[in-house]
């Protein structure tokens, strides 16, 4: 069970960033929040680049269930260093953590900060369901996406 985590999380992470860049698209830019692109009109190594995508992570990394989190988090790197060293994947992934602190109304103040302060375009969610339902609403509001191992 501890080898399936990770996997699980490698590939819910790679699926959330092929989709991200996806709508995106080679030679395109887009608004994750307003559902916008925009073509490239340059060509060349421009048009090469890899789309940027960041990526927020909501974990309980302290707390009750802190554990589960720091695993969690252990995969989501693992995840984006496999993908970032990847030059045919086109993307480069940024994350940004923010520790809920195994508390409901902390996880609703984390994905704000995820969505609105560090611009994340897409949220990997909690690792139990009570901290995930709390987060839900605001990526919902903030059309944002949102995966979870919940």
Known sequence: MKRAKPIILTAALAAVVWFTAAGCGPG??????????????????????????????????????GSWGQDSRKGIELAAEEINADPKAGVKITLKFQDNNSDV??????????????????????????????????????????????
Request: proline residues 4%.
């Open 28 to 65: 395109k830019t887009g608004d994750a929040k307003t559902g916008s692109v925009a073509k490239d009109p340059g060509k060349g190594a421009a048009a090469n680049s890899p789309v940027e995508v960041t990526v927020g992570c909501n974990l309980e990394l302290t707390g009750d269930v």
């Open 105 to 150: 109304a902390k996880s609703k103040d984390a994905i704000k900060k995820l969505i609105l302060q560090d611009n994340a375009q897409v949220v990997i969610g909690c690792v139990w369901s009570n901290y995930t339902m709390a987060a839900m609403d605001v990526a919902r509001d903030e059309r944002v996406p949102m995966v979870t191992h919940a």
